[in-house]
Every structure is written in C-alpha cells, then in structure tokens.
C-alpha cells in the first residue's frame, strides 16, 4: 500500500476522496462520459448507484487497465432492506424484535448486491428518530436506542459476514452521523439543539454498537449538531469516533453535503467549504466534486496537511485491500453466480419469515382474525391491495414491483382455486368517489369475509417524504366506514413507513393489523397471517400517536413534577382534549393467542458493583391456541443525581407455549445496564447507588414492577454498554 501511495501524484491522491454517481436508464445502469472520464484520469476513488455483473465488471476492466495505477473501484448502492429480493422495510423488520432474523435478510441483501458486483451498501440506517411526520423514519428501528443498537450490530454483521474479502460480503456504511433522526417538526436535513446527554443516551449508541461490530464505514449527516453540519463536525469525527471509539474506516459524505456548506453559512465558497469539511474528518467527498476541484490547490498552498491527505487516501485502500479487490477485482461481477443467487427461492423464504415476523396485530376484537380457511370469497378492497410497488416500499433498490406478491395475489395462493379472490381499489391513495364507495360496498356484500387494504403509497415515506398530517391518506376513513358498517367479518391492512394517526379507524374496525411495506414476499405473509397460517409476533418498535399534537410522543420521556392522571386533572401535564398516552405504546402488539404474566422475580434484591441479577416472569397461555409469549425488561432509576426516564429498556425474550402450558422469560440485568451518562463525561452506574424499579411486562404501558437495591463498588469508571459484537460462527 505504502509503494502504492508513494507513486500517487496529488490529483490522483484527491481523485481516491472522489465518489462520484452513475446514472439510471431504462436499460439498466450506465456512467454518463463525465463520469468514465474521472474514472480514466485516476480522479474516482468509487462509484454508486451502479449494479450488474457485466457492467461493474466493465468499470473495474476499466480502472485496472485504462488508468496509469490500476487502482480498482469501491462500488456502493443504496441497499436498505433488500437488492432484488425485498425485505420489509427496516422499521418493519425492528418490529420482528429478531436479531438472528434481521442478520438473516442482510445476509441476503449482501450476497444478491455482491454477486452484481456492489461491494459497499450505504446501510444501515441507525437514526433513532421520536417524530413520525419524518418520512425517513421507515429507513431506521425506531424510538428506542437500546432496541436500535442491537438491530445496528446485526445490520453490520449481517452485511460484512465472516470474512469481509468473501465475494458475498460488502462493506457497510452505517448512517447519518449523527443526529439525523433528531429532525425539527420532522422535516429532512433539519435538527433539533441536542445537549451532550441527549446526544450519547438518545443518539449515538447505534452508531457505538455499529462501530464495535466492526462497519467498516460512517456516512457524515447533513444536519448540523450544536450548529456544525455533519461533514464540518470534527468533535463527531475525529474527536468521539476515531480518539474516543477507535474507528479505523472511512467517512464518507452524504450526497452532495460537503458542496452544500455555504448554504449552512460556516463556509465562504467551495474552497473554503473543502478545507472545513476534510480537516474535520470526512474523507471521501460523494458527488459535490469539491474535493477534487479544490484539494490539490489547498495543499499546494499549504492550507491542508499533505500527511492527512496520505491518512485518509491509507484508509481507502485499505478498504480496497480489506474487501479483496486488488486480489480478485472481479470477485464480486460474476454473472454465473448473479443468475443463480437473485432472487432464489432460500432467498425468497428469509424474506417470507421476515415479512411474518415483522407483522404487528393492533386490535382484534371479537377475535375476528384469524379468519377461516374455508372462505369462499375474499373482497380485497382499498388502493393498496393490489399494487406491487407499495408493496415493495421506498427504497426498494433493484426490486421487481411485478415480481412483488401483493395481498390479493397472497391470499389467492392460501386459499386455493376454489376461491374467489376479487381485489378492488375503490379509487387511489389521494381519493375515492362516492363511485368508488359505492362499488365497494357493493362487492363486500356479496364477500364471506372483507380485507381493507389502506394506507400510504410508497413514495409517501423515506427520504424528502415528511408530512404534516399523518392521518389516513385522501378518502380512505370514509371507504373503510362505508365497509365495515355492513357488519361482515373485516380485517383492515396497513401498509405504511410511519406511525399514522388512526384513532377513529381503530375506533371503528374491528381488526387492524400493521404490515408496514412487507416487501417482495409482504402479500404472502400477510395473508398467511390473516388466515392462521403464522401467528403475529411482531411488537411497535415506535409509539403510535392519537395525534400529531402528541407527538413527540415515546417510552422513555423523563418525568415531571406533575405528571397527567388516568383521567385529565387540571395542573398537570396533560391535554384537555386528548390522553396523554399513545394509541398504541413501544414494543406493544397482540397475539392470537392469550397470555397472563406474573410479577418479575429478582434472584437477589441487592446488586453490588459488577454482579448481575437474573430476573424472571411466569407466562401461562390461557387460551385456545398454541403461540409465543413476549416479555420486554424496563428499568427506572427511582432515586438519581439526575432526573431519568420513567422507562428504559434492556431485555426482551419469548417462549412458545400450548394451550394451558406455562414457562419462564429469563432476563439478566447487569451493572453497565444501569449506566448513563454523567456530567463527568462518561457513562457509569450512579455513584450513590439506590432504588431501581425493575418493569417487565407485554409492552412499555402494561409492566409490573419489583424494585432492585443498587450499591456501587470502590471501583466506578465504566465503558458505555456494549452490544455483542462477537461474529458468529458460520
């Protein structure tokens, strides 16, 4: 590497700082004569939004033999829940609370984007995010940083695999450092003032876990944090992830971020924003080409450290070098294994239990669901019941939407030929006509059972998708009251990337199960689960509000003075025309099966220092059918120097159960789980020890409490909670 750097002139040392983007035709992929032209003058250190085998090969061909170094490209794509094969979107695969699952599916989006020779995907996304009117919320895991640091590490290990020069692994990059999800009135690119605690407990943990799983990657935000952008944040980058966190990868810059500085107003011009932006740490410039029009011209002059130049142009190589491609270039372009891998039928299954475990049952009254196999006639009716891209989600990469297996067409394959599956769309998201309602009604007359399929299209959540009202789309409440006041049995379908306001649909439907964007398989699964074939084990890894007035609204708030009673008190920290508490809490979902749960059970009342205590929940299913039990573990720090949340979590766990069977949830709490962070700087258990109350419970409004005794060792310096990074065994 050194041999190879030594021989770099200046521009082609910046050109390696240079990621540029291909463009989309309808043919497929392709890099317009701008592009190729970097590529041949030694001024692309990589590529994105390029896929396929043949044509990465060619860019590779390219690079190796057209350019005086040879120097191979690093080839990124946006892969954020699946490449050909679609898993749910990432908010909806938090629901499933399943870590072994979630790596599963990355294991997928790995292997099918590798075998088109993508090499580094700009996943995951890690922002922990409280504002549901953000459309980007469909791209993380939620409100919970504890749950969100978890599925990062699995996200990371997932990708990157045993071995990161394997031709089925990439590089990941995990985004947006930091802060993103902290939006303003939850609109892109904005951010609120976070203090340093709200910015270590609510922010950066995911990034931590992502960074102790070894990403090998951290994309620089937009926003700006204590009024620094991302890319211009050189207490983030160099000081909290390379001297505090020990990261050895590269950081690359959000799309276009480095150019948009003098925007931000903390930069006179290109240059000026170019100095601000690599000083501070980022190394690679995606596609504002700043780097490359004024880096060279800021060395020269002395404005720039050559020696951090050599650091960061290291880094990238040693990406390269780590991901196999000076040895076997073409490692990952291979059309043979392209063909067999894509979209192949053990593909096809993880993405199928997936989309099943990622489903969350909201209400079920009368316990209308599971509706019987032998239905003879289903009425899919509503705009989302048969449109293959909604299906899909944003951000579906090189998805299919004609390949996607809508509601409809799953429901159909369940039930067989022998019924009749008829799906009506009732009009669009936007609208519906008294028409529209009125054949709708008519066709769920003459229905055994009626399927509402509503919610938002696709492009409604991700990125440049924030919304102010997040109720029901357009006429969909008027469509599904026309519906169910025929009074047959009815389940309403959500698709969505978002919490939605639906308090007077839940109001009214008798049950309402969330699918989110299920993905390729998403039809499959939900009709597998409307019809009994597989239990819905899914749990919110977000509050839903009853209004966007609430929001934010989340689990783990800190407490007031004067906090609101069941029902409204005046002087107390309440509306006057709403409850306080959310339609439906974190972690909350029902089953079809019926649970009762004990009292917790500690194994000792008193921790001291670095002992664990083992805490314990009796489950007995009391209901007809067999179906896993979920427990989650809350705790609360009763008595503390400073005010915590009423919540925080730290555990969760199952167990599958018969009809009048009874088991055991086990949790282990240890000391770093009641760490958070002092005024000192550093996340340690309270140094003046006291009660903690221990919560276990289905979901974060409904727990029974035991409280546990802490008393601190001599020894109080402790590293933040770190989640298990170990790589498993293959």
């Known amino acids: 590497m050194e041999e190879l750097l030594s021989r770099m002139t200046l521009e082609e040392k910046v050109g390696q700082l240079n990621l540029v983007s291909g463009n989309h035709a309808v043919t497929g992929p392709f890099a317009p004569q701008s592009v190729r032209d970097a590529i041949l003058k030694g001024q692309a250190g990589g590529l994105f939004n390029v896929y396929g085998a043949e044509y990465t090969r060619s860019l590779q061909a390219m690079a190796l033999t057209e350019t005086r170094l040879g120097v191979p490209l690093l080839l990124g794509f946006d892969v954020l829940h699946g490449y050909r094969t679609i898993l749910p979107i990432p908010l909806g ?155 050895r990868g590269i950081v690359v810059s959000d799309f276009g971020a480095i150019g948009e500085l003098p925007v931000h107003g903390v930069a006179e011009d290109g240059f000026d924003a170019s100095r601000i932006a690599f000083q501070a740490g980022t190394d690679m410039d995606m596609e504002s080409r700043s780097y490359v029009g004024s880096l060279p011209l800021l060395v020269r002059e002395g404005l720039v450290d050559g020696g951090l130049l050599d650091d960061s142009v290291r880094r990238i190589l040693q990406l390269k070098e780590d991901l196999g491609l000076f040895d076997q270039p073409f490692g990952r372009s291979d059309e043979k294994r392209e063909a067999e891998v894509i979209g192949s039928a053990q593909h096809k299954a993880v993405a199928l239990a997936l989309a099943e475990k990622s489903l969350v049952l909201l209400k079920n009254d009368r316990e209308v669901l599971p509706f019987a196999v032998t239905a003879k006639s289903v009425a899919v009716i509503g705009p989302l019941g048969d449109a293959g891209a909604d299906t899909l989600g944003p951000w579906a990469a090189h998805g299919d939407p004609n390949a996607a297996i809508t509601l409809k067409e799953g429901i159909a394959q369940v039930l067989g030929p022998s019924a009749r599956v008829t799906a009506l769309a009732a009009g669009s998201v936007e609208r519906s006509t008294a028409a529209d309602i009125a054949s709708a009604v008519r066709l769920a007359a003459t229905a055994d059972v009626v399927v509402l399929a509503l919610g938002e299209h696709a492009t409604q959540s991700g990125e440049a998708a924030s919304r102010a009202s997040l109720d029901l789309p357009g006429d969909q409440l008027s469509l599904a009251r026309a519906v169910l006041a025929l009074g047959k049995p009815t389940a309403v379908v959500l698709f969505n990337g978002r919490p939605l306001t639906i308090e007077d649909l839940d109001r009214d439907a008798p049950a309402i199960l969330e699918a989110w964007f299920p993905g390729s398989e998403g039809g499959l699964a939900v009709a597998r689960t409307l019809f009994g074939l597989n239990e819905p084990t899914g749990r919110l890894p977000i509050s839903f509000p009853r209004s966007v007035g609430q929001i934010p609204i989340y689990h783990d708030h800190l407490p007031t003075g004067r906090p609101a009673a069941e029902t409204y008190k005046p002087y107390t920290s309440a509306y006057i025309d709403l409850p306080s508490t959310p339609l439906y809490p974190f972690g909350y979902g029902l089953s079809y099966a019926r649970f009762e749960m004990g009292e917790p059970r500690l194994d000792r009342l008193r921790m001291v220092g670095s002992q664990s205590v083992q805490v314990t929940v009796d489950v007995t299913n009391v209901g007809p059918r067999p179906g896993t039990a979920q427990a989650q573990l809350y705790i609360r720090h009763k008595v503390a120097r400073l005010s915590r949340p009423v919540r925080e979590l730290r555990g969760m766990g199952r167990v599958t159960l018969k009809p009048g069977e009874a088991g055991v949830i086990s949790f282990t709490l240890k000391e770093s789980d009641l760490a958070y962070w002092q005024p000192g700087g550093r996340f340690a258990a309270p140094d003046v020890g006291g009660p903690v109350e221990v919560h276990v419970g289905p979901d974060s409004g409904r727990t029974r409490m035991t409280v546990l005794e802490y008393r601190p060792s001599s020894a109080m310096v402790q590293q933040p909670a770190r989640v298990d990074t170990a790589r498993p065994t293959p």
């Open 93 to 247: 695969q938090a629901a499933s609370w399943d870590m072994e699952a979630i790596q599963a599916g990355e294991r997928v989006s790995a292997t099918e984007a590798s075998a088109a020779g993508v090499n580094w995907i700009f996943a995951p996304m890690v922002d922990v995010t409280r504002d549901p009117r953000w459309g980007r919320v469909a791209e993380g895991s939620g409100e919970s940083a504890w749950l969100g640091a978890q599925i990062a590490a699995a996200r990371v290990h997932g990708l990157e695999g045993q071995s990161l020069s394997a031709p089925d692994s990439v590089a990941s990059c995990v985004k947006h450092f930091a802060g993103n999800g902290a939006t303003e009135a939850g609109r892109d690119y904005s951010a609120l003032d976070l203090s340093e605690r709200a910015l270590r407990e609510q922010q950066l943990p995911p990034f931590k876990a992502a960074v102790d799983a070894d990403a090998r990657c951290v994309m620089a935000a937009f926003n700006a944090v204590d009024g620094v952008p991302g890319v211009a944040n050189e207490r983030l980058l160099r000081d909290i992830l390379r001297k505090e966190w020990g990261f």
